[in-house]
C-alpha cells in the first residue's frame, strides 16, 4: 500500500475538467517566481502536474 494517499492526476475523474480558480491564482504566482508562462486553458489534472514541476523549481514544494 502507497504511503501517499493521492491520486496521480491521470485517475482523477474530473481531471479533464477546466482548472480551477485556486489553481490559476497560485500557477500563477508560482509561475512569476520561475519565470514562466501559464497555459490559459489547462485541465485540472494538467495544472496539478504544472504546480508540481514549478513548486519543484521555485522550492516551494519542499
Do not use: F
Amino acid at each position: 500500500m502507497s504511503e501517499n494517499p493521492e491520486k496521480d492526476p491521470e485517475e482523477w475523474t474530473t481531471g479533464e475538467e477546466p482548472m480551477t480558480g485556486p489553481q490559476r491564482s497560485y500557477l500563477h504566482t508560482l509561475a512569476q517566481e520561475a519565470n514562466q508562462e501559464v497555459p490559459e486553458n489547462l485541465s485540472k489534472a494538467d495544472a496539478s502536474r504544472l504546480i508540481d514541476e514549478l513548486q519543484q523549481k521555485t522550492g516551494r514544494g519542499t
